[in-house]
């Protein structure tokens, strides 16, 4: 059963810290960059986020945001997955992430997404 709850390490050395799960499956936490982020100006930051119910769907479905915080930009990213559990029992997250920076005017707002 895929519990987010706890420490997480992506293959780029990015760690996302994920605390106990209301009642609601939501959760709260903090995401520190990794050395392949290649920015100095990251800082650990918090995510909010919720699974489905592991009541009702054993691998579920998830999604978490980080607020990046920055010296001197706006961005958040927006991470939507699934937990896996291999046949040793082994919980593993897949998720696809969208990047969004502050664009400074309707013209520059086609290159603010990622």
């Given amino acids: 059963q895929c519990l987010l709850s706890g420490s997480w390490r ?3 050395g990015c760690r996302m810290v994920v605390y106990t799960l ?4 939501r959760f709260s936490g903090f995401y520190l960059p ?14 909010e986020g919720s699974q489905q119910d592991t009541g009702l769907i054993p691998q579920p479905i998830f999604f978490f945001t980080v607020n990046w915080r920055l010296r001197e930009a706006a961005r958040t990213t927006v991470f939507l997955g699934q937990c896996y559990v291999d046949t040793k029992g082994e919980e593993t ?14 013209a ?3 290159k603010a997404t990622r």
């Fill in 34 to 47: 990794g050395p392949a982020a290649g920015d100095s100006q990251l800082f650990t930051s918090p995510l």
């Fill in 108 to 110: 520059e707002d086609w």
């Fill in 93 to 106: 997250l897949h998720a696809l992430w969208l990047l969004r920076e502050a664009a400074d005017s309707p």
């Fill in 10 to 12: 992506s293959d780029t």
């Fill in 22 to 25: 209301d009642k609601d499956n």
